[in-house]
């Protein structure tokens, strides 16, 4: 596609529920993230995949959280047993290589009520 | 480890006057700097950024950057500001494979 697609766009869900996000990267990009931001607030990293090579799961904030990138191109971030200060725009950004630039999706907003 | 620094949370300016976004980066090795613009309830775009040559970097909707190897910035100008120009701008770096860092966001508000 032209952009980086995620879905659901909104998501409500009850307290203790999993939850998955999903992120479609531009194809062809080796790069790809995920990071959270709550209201009015910057950007939190959260994991980050580059081509073949391990993630960098390095910000996930706890094993509640996972990601996997399935043949280079299609991501999914799980949350398990959610909770409300998981609640957030969680937003997935695809890049080629060299860092010719970043682009972001449109974001998922997750609501734990 | 690599970062990035925005000192201000907010900066006010009045439209038609030059505004300055202030970034600072700490990085091992060369850096790729990065501004991003967030509109209310919309998704970060892409401004423009600086991997090599030039030190000045235009952009879009009029914005420039320059990057200053010495004092480690990059900070965002634009010459004439609008009232359009009004939103959450962050700073990311990055050097070769490594994760793309953001600063805090800096709050721009212009005034008519």
């Known amino acids: 596609g032209a952009g980086v697609s995620q879905s659901p766009s909104n998501k409500v869900t009850e307290k203790g529920k999993d939850v998955e996000l999903r992120c479609d990267p531009i194809?062809?990009?080796?790069?790809l993230y995920w990071y959270r931001q709550s209201l009015g607030q910057g950007l939190e990293f959260l994991i980050y995949?580059?081509?073949?090579?391990?993630?960098?799961k390095s910000g996930l904030p706890s094993d509640r959280f996972s990601a996997e990138r399935t043949g280079g191109s299609v991501s999914t971030l799980t949350i398990q047993r959610t909770q409300q200060e998981d609640s957030a725009v969680y937003l997935c950004?695809?890049?080629?290589?060299?860092?010719?630039?970043?682009?972001f999706g449109s974001g998922t907003r997750l609501t734990v009520v | 480890a690599q970062s990035v620094a925005q000192p201000e949370d907010q900066v006010n300016v009045a439209e038609g006057n030059p505004l300055t976004v202030k970034c600072t980066y700490s990085?091992?090795?060369?850096?790729?700097l990065f501004w991003y613009v967030q509109y209310p309830n919309r998704g970060l775009q892409f401004l423009l950024k600086?991997?090599?040559?030039?030190?000045l970097v235009k952009g879009s909707y009029g914005f420039e950057a320059e990057f200053n190897k010495s004092q480690t910035s990059f900070h965002l100008k634009k010459p004439s500001a609008l009232v359009s120009d009004s939103a959450l701008y962050f700073c990311?770096?990055?050097?070769?494979?490594?994760?793309?860092?953001f600063g805090t966001g800096t709050r721009l508000l212009v005034s008519p």
């Open positions: 950004a695809s890049g080629a290589q060299l860092n010719y630039g970043y682009t």
């Open positions: 194809s062809g990009h080796t790069a």
């Open positions: 995949f580059q081509g073949n090579s391990a993630p960098d």
């Open positions: 990085v091992s090795g060369n850096p790729y």
């Open positions: 600086y991997i090599t040559g030039d030190n």
């Open positions: 990311a770096v990055n050097t070769g494979f490594q994760k793309l860092v």
